[in-house]
């Protein structure tokens, strides 16, 4: 497969792993530099961003900024808390203005004045790659567990290898965000229609500012739940042939896949006519592939970080293959006759986090 997924230079500060969620240059101008010297008043650790409350001395005047770091659960797993930094504390900061000219900004870099110690940066990775692949965890009947082994507990999927929808084989410069280098490559990330290509441009030009997860807190619906570095589970009720998706983003959301052969119609709430941010999805088992076919979604979300358009007569086809104890490979397949000239296809690799829990992220905390 020939994809690059690489972080526009200009952005390299601020795309860390939580910037999947959306694009910080919707909100902050990097051409609007500026170094801020002052104390701290206030540290606001909740999600989707933490918070840095400082006063700075402005000719004469005291003034408050707000200085957005990333969210408190890549903070916290990169070994800060609320505590590092405490009111009183003096700082500085390097970051950018707020593209509306308040008084905020992104701390691309954060340092303790009174010894030059950075703090707030991510230092979150993913585990190191085993020497020698380890077979995948099965149930006592030999088919591949796609969660925890069997007899065990914890454990999720994250660290996925790409955070934008594009195309199998197209090669194009885009940034963790899903910021594209160069805007007129916005026609090969994917078969668009005028119309959906001309809405894709718009949204790229205005750096992805008008996405309704990060204004309003929609849930990440599509194959966008799939490229959040806060993770998901795959939780299978053999029982009941069903295997719940929980996601680490999206406020606690879930879905359900259904392997009892029923209809998509009518499922976990409303009908045709009430459709879902996460649409009504069935499966079957092809080997050691989970096979999901999905619709009934709404419109009222974007479903990849980048802006790719959608419809209402989007369908997704998805393909689950843990291919060894550490990789899970994810495989979509895009069918919406309303935005797209044909059917196209995606693919990343997600790795294995286990032993530890789903985090916990509740957008509307703070949203902007």
Known sequence: MTRRNIAILAAAALTGPVAAH???????????????????????????????????????????????????????????????????????????????????????????????????????????VPLAARPAPRWPDGSVALGAAPGTSGGYWRYPSMTSLVEDGVEVEISRAGLLADLDEA??????????????????SRHLRDDPLFLNCKPPGGPRQYQSNLGFQLIEDKASERVFVLLGSGNHNYRIIYLDGRDRVGQVTGDDDNPLYYGRSTGEWEGDTLVANTRSFNEDFWFTSSGLPHTNRLQLTERFTRTDLDTLEYQVTVDDPGAYTRPWTATWTLRWVGGRELPSHFCQNNRP
């Not at 290509?197 to 718009?202: C, D, P, S």
């Open 187 to 204: 026609d090969e990330v994917a078969p668009l229609q005028p119309w959906a290509l001309a809405l894709f441009r718009n949204r790229q």
């Open 22 to 128: 959306h694009s910080i240059l919707g909100k902050f101008d990097d051409a609007a530099a500026l170094t801020l010297r002052g104390t701290v008043t206030h540290i606001d650790w909740r999600n989707p961003h933490a918070h840095i409350f400082m006063n700075v001395e402005t000719s004469g005047t005291t003034l408050n900024w707000a200085i957005e770091i990333e969210s408190p659960i890549e903070l916290a797993l990169s070994g800060w808390s609320d505590q590092t930094l405490l009111p009183g504390d003096a700082i500085v900061v390097d970051g950018w203005r707020a593209r509306d000219g308040s008084r905020q900004a992104w701390g691309a870099e954060v340092v303790r004045a009174d010894n030059g110690r950075r703090v707030y940066q991510l230092k979150d990775t993913a585990p190191p």
